[in-house]
């Protein structure tokens, strides 16, 4: 038992931590009900798009379509997708561990593995870990400094150019995929090429195959239509990640708040 100057400045601790910690809970709500509105919105639009996508990339010839091409996978590119800050419990070593899982079963099967980290977290975890990408940004923090369409485009088009052009034959993302504040969604997700539509997605309720009739012409449809449409689906993933992680701080700070105001009571007592 410590003595009553001891106990008197550790309540006085706790208290101060715990005004920060109910701060922070009030900040990242705030940031939260932004970032969920903006995702609640882009989600319906982002999810039709890709099922869109895939039906008529299904359709398209080798030739066509360069970035549905199934090619022999030598070369993977990952893309973990975390925040720029910590203190948002187990946001970042979720999505972390997922990658770890990934790079494990690409290299039992033979796979080069390459790592384009975006967030100051995921710059930090793989600066030293030999595999960052070669010729690709690894400083892209700046992102979430008012996160939009138009900031996050181009880092889409230099994965799309990468992988055109044969630098990685398959390109995988990973982020935490937000479903509400206390929960988050880890997901892997396979961004080039693009994969197939699935049955269901092909197959109309009525057992009719889906057909899309292409206007103006399918040249214009893989020329503009599907890179525009990657690009949304890169930038959906970035604003799931950014809704999430706000979501994620806000729960740990409250369990923060309430687990001072446990301490204080036992240290109250004590004293």
Known sequence: MGSLKEVRNRIVSVNSTKQITAAMKMVSAAKLRRAQDAIIRMRPYAEKLQQILSNVSASLDSS??????????????????V???????????????????????????????SVMPIGKKAADMYRRSGMLAAGMPTDLAHLYDGLSFDKVA???????????????????????????????????????????????????????????IMEPDRATIVEEIIPKSLKIQFYKALLDSFAAEHGARMTAMHKATDNADALLKDLKLTY
């Open 83 to 113: 925040s720029n800050r910590g203190l948002a419990g187990a946001f970042n070593t979720q999505v972390f561990r997922l990658v770890r899982k990934a790079i494990i079963d690409a290299k039992e099967q033979g796979h080069e593995i």
């Open 154 to 212: 181009p880092v889409a088009e230099l994965i799309m150019a990468a992988y055109a052009e044969g630098q990685y034959d398959r390109v995988v993302i990973f982020y935490n995929k937000f479903k509400n504040a206390a929960v988050q969604i880890t997901t892997e997700e396979q961004y080039l090429p693009i994969p197939p539509a699935s049955k269901t997605e092909v197959t109309a309720t009525r057992g009719t195959k889906v057909d899309h």
């Open 64 to 81: 066509e379509g360069k970035f549905s091409q199934q090619r022999e996978v030598k070369k993977v590119l990952l893309v973990p997708i």
